[in-house]
């Protein structure tokens, strides 16, 4: 009998070195609004506006994105990475510069630097996606969750794939032919690998965080595997309408995790619930706003919105709150059998100081709203968010340092 | 076959739902109702506990030889949760809502985490080799 594996945790530095690592994309997202918010605005696909884009999606959301994996397929899942602490080290590192190389490279249209991003994130890539699929394909279970994080693996292998095909139509190596695979690239890596892999963890962790009844059966069994079909679908079929059915599969995702947290037994509502809930209003309404924009109704602003609404209405406030809870328990669960007298999770953080954060976010995406339709709204937006990215970075550092004081006690040199 | 997995997890929703009760009892400072139901939680893990670590796990132990794998992982943490549960407790007594939140958000997260790898990988370990053992049995039928 396979000897169990949920006691190998990587050491807590090998997810919270990434973790640590993302709110610094955001701060640099919400400086490059203050210094070039108006090209931001003007259309999706500016320089600025993509050099955001992926301060947002390869920077700060990989990053997490990453680290979470590495915390949470042995853990929840039984899929043992090799040597994780030897692994992380390429896997953070080559991913962050990557993602710094490729947003200068969207910025300033240097080729060299679409080339080297190409490669760092690439490196990246070919370190973690065998060794995460190794790992996946060793438990004997086909928990829905398991299921869906070979599907999320899968989709983020060929997300790299065709966003490099395209930086290397970009620097001028290949033809730019290869540029239409935007709509595709999009759709695997905000459906594919970010949905999928936000359902691989809301699964486990919507119940658990507020003792909500779990997912039905029916959807957890069959959300990932028509995922896979839906963008199948509307990467095939060149017509904007055949992407409708992957919109329907996202909205329905929203709905049905809105669902199980309106029949929550807990009466206490924190700010992880909140951000959770947040997150889905937003996506619903991303929905809503990508099928006004196959229609081509709304123009540059619904675009423009439904970006917002997806990446920092959806992906940004679940990560958000996730972070809150998952980096104290990491660490609350480290401590605990090693030190004495270690602080309660609710105590590494400052709960006041996390629903500042909260608000702030909140205002962040209205005002984001705003700019689409006035677009000097957008310079409160960027500072919103170097607000938001000092909060969550001040209070992730503060739960790291209080763990560290706790060892120290522990461990007078 | 997989009596003794449904019957595990139906009591671990049950012990969520007199958790729920007393986190909620706490949030209207109703301290002798939370009082009540963080003492009845305890009761009711403690009972879980005890199947499992004086029935469950040695009959697992002996017909797999594996002392040191999962059900070592599993005491490990009871231990950790035990802790918490006098933490909830004292708080409903002394009715202190810091202590009490404290005590409550670890403690959750740290049961349903653990409740998790119980059901999706232990408990289906257990069906498979003592899930038919009359000793188990009768211990898992006595949770109510």
Request: aromatic content about 8%; overall charge neutral.
């Amino acid at each position: 009998m396979q000897a169990l594996s949920f006691e190998q945790a990587p050491p807590p530095s090998v997810p919270i070195r990434f973790f640590l690592t993302a709110p610094l994309f955001m701060l640099l997202a919400g400086l490059l609004l203050l210094i070039d918010g108006e090209a931001v605005m003007a259309s999706r696909w500016t320089p600025a506006a993509l050099a955001l884009t992926h301060l947002m999606t390869a920077g700060f959301m990989l990053q997490v994105m990453l680290g979470a994996l590495f915390q949470l397929m042995p853990v929840a899942a039984g899929a043992n990475l090799w040597r994780p602490s030897v692994l992380a080290l390429p896997v953070h590192l080559l991913s962050a510069i990557g993602a710094v190389l490729l947003v200068a490279a969207f910025h300033h249209q240097i080729a060299w630097a679409y080339q080297l991003a190409v490669v760092a994130i690439g490196c990246s890539v070919l370190a973690f996606v065998p060794a995460g699929m190794l790992a996946l394909s060793r438990p004997p279970g086909t928990s829905h969750s398991l299921i869906a994080l070979r599907i999320a693996l899968l989709a983020f292998f060929a997300t790299v794939l065709a966003g490099a095909t395209m930086a290397l139509a970009r620097a001028g190596l290949i033809d730019t032919g290869w540029l239409r695979f935007s709509s595709s690239h999009v759709a695997l890596g905000l459906a594919g690998w970010g949905c999928v892999l936000v359902a691989a963890v809301g699964y486990l962790v919507v119940p658990m965080f507020q003792l909500t009844p779990a997912y039905p059966r029916w959807f957890a069994r069959s959300f990932a595997p028509l995922m896979v079909l839906a963008i199948g679908l509307g990467m095939v079929v060149l017509h904007p309408t055949a992407w409708l059915p992957l919109i329907g599969l996202v909205a329905l995702f929203a709905s049905v995790t809105l669902d199980r947290q309106q029949r929550r037994r807990r009466a206490k509502l924190d700010a992880t619930f909140r951000f959770w809930r947040f997150a889905m209003g937003c996506v619903l309404f991303a929905c809503a706003g990508s099928v006004l924009m196959i229609f081509n109704i709304g123009g540059n602003a619904v675009a423009l919105a439904v970006g917002v609404l997806a990446i920092l209405g959806g992906f940004v406030s679940v990560i958000s709150g996730m972070l809150y809870k998952i980096v104290p328990f990491i660490l609350w669960l480290y401590l605990q059998p090693r030190v004495q007298g270690v602080p309660p999770m609710t105590r590494m953080l400052n709960e006041q100081w996390v629903l500042w954060h909260l608000r702030a976010h909140v205002a962040m995406i209205g005002a984001a709203l705003l700019a689409t339709l006035w677009w000097p709204a957008v310079y409160l937006v960027g500072s919103l968010m170097v607000v938001s990215a000092a909060l969550l970075g001040g209070q992730l550092l503060r739960v790291v340092g209080r763990a560290r004081a706790a060892l120290r006690l522990a461990q007078p040199s | 076959m997989a009596v003794l997995s449904q019957k595990m997890a139906a009591h671990h929703t049950h012990c969520d739902g007199v958790f729920a009760r007393a986190e909620a009892a706490a949030e209207r400072a109703d301290w002798a109702a939370c009082a009540l139901d963080a003492n009845a939680f305890r009761d009711d893990v403690l009972a879980h506990f005890a199947v499992e670590e004086d029935t469950i796990f040695p009959a697992f132990e002996a017909a797999t030889g594996m002392t040191e794998g999962p059900t070592r992982v599993m005491r490990g943490e009871h231990v950790q949760m035990r802790d918490l549960m006098a933490a909830l407790v004292a708080a409903a007594a002394a009715s202190d809502a810091e202590a009490f939140s404290d005590a409550a958000e670890t403690l959750l997260i740290l049961m349903q985490q653990h409740n998790m790898k119980e059901e999706n990988i232990l408990y289906p370990m257990c069906d498979q080799t003592v899930g038919n053992d009359p000793v188990v049995c009768t211990a898992v039928e006595g949770l109510v």
